[in-house]
Antibody, heavy 121, light 110 residues
Framework: EMQLVESGGGVVQPGGSLRLSCAAS??????????MHWVRQAPGKGLEWVSL????????YYADSVKGRFTISRDNSKNSLYLQMHSLRADDSALYYC????????????WGQGTLVTVSS | QSALTQPASVSGSPGQSITISCTGS?????????VSWYQQHPDKAPKLILY???NRPSGVSNRFSGSKSGDTASLTISGLQAEDEADYYC??????????FGGGTKLTVL
């Protein structure tokens, strides 16, 4: 099982930047064996997939809504995942979840509890 | 990257069965078996209930089942219980090597 704890959320003005972190701890699992995702959920709304990074950080993929503004990265030596967010807009306000993909790559199996980002002046 | 289409809400009485559909396209649901379903209770993180269309993780009730036909996947919950009342989301891998969720379905147990 893997525990995921997000941090770094807060209130930021439109156009501002924020960096989210996700610390992973696992019993019997190696963080660097798995691709990792960020998924967000605006208040009262549904889940929206944001980004994915492969196990080695070699490839990253983004939703069109954040492409060019967000950058996903990881530090396997620290069992950590990051999301650097720039040019933030009001519609980026959401609870951001860190999530682990299975080894087969077929689905997300573990989720953190999320960190809240509010973009407001 | 349009969201997969789910009904906004479904309802059923205890003991009944309900089905939630999830419609995508030939670039996601229709092409891949990487379709999963998540249950989310209020103020909780999503929980995986089905993966690869119809597989249940350990610990998930066999009242939950899944199928797929063409571009549409379906989640069926049989023997509805009060604790099943929650939001349900489908998710699929896409040909763009991205992932997409459905808009979510609110299940009400009457």
């Amino acid at each position: 099982e893997m525990q995921l704890v997000e941090s770094g959320g807060g209130v930021v003005q439109p156009g501002g930047s924020l960096r989210l972190s996700c610390a992973a701890s696992a019993s019997g699992l190696n963080f660097d064996d798995y691709s990792m995702h960020w998924v967000r959920q605006a208040p009262g709304k549904g889940l929206e997939w944001v980004s994915l990074i492969t196990w080695d950080g070699g490839r990253a993929y983004y939703a069109d809504s954040v492409k060019g503004r967000f950058t996903i990265s990881r530090d396997n030596s620290k069992n950590s995942l990051y999301l650097q967010m720039h040019s933030l807009r009001a519609d980026d306000s959401a609870l951001y979840y860190c999530a682990k993909e299975t080894g087969s790559g077929s689905h997300i199996d573990y989720w953190g509890q999320g960190t809240l980002v509010t973009v407001s002046s | 990257q349009s969201a997969l289409t789910q009904p906004a809400s479904v309802s059923g009485s205890p003991g009944q069965s309900i089905t939630i559909s999830c419609t995508g396209s030939s670039s996601d649901v229709g092409y891949y078996t990487y379709v999963s379903w998540y249950q989310q209770h209020p103020d909780k993180a999503p929980k995986l209930i089905l993966y690869e269309v119809s597989n249940r993780p350990s610990g998930v009730s066999n009242r939950f089942s899944g199928s797929k036909s063409g571009d549409t996947a379906s989640l069926t919950i049989s023997g509805l219980q009060a604790e099943d009342e929650a939001d349900y989301y489908c998710n699929s891998y896409t040909s763009s090597r991205t992932w997409v969720f459905g808009g979510g379905t609110k299940l009400t147990v009457l």
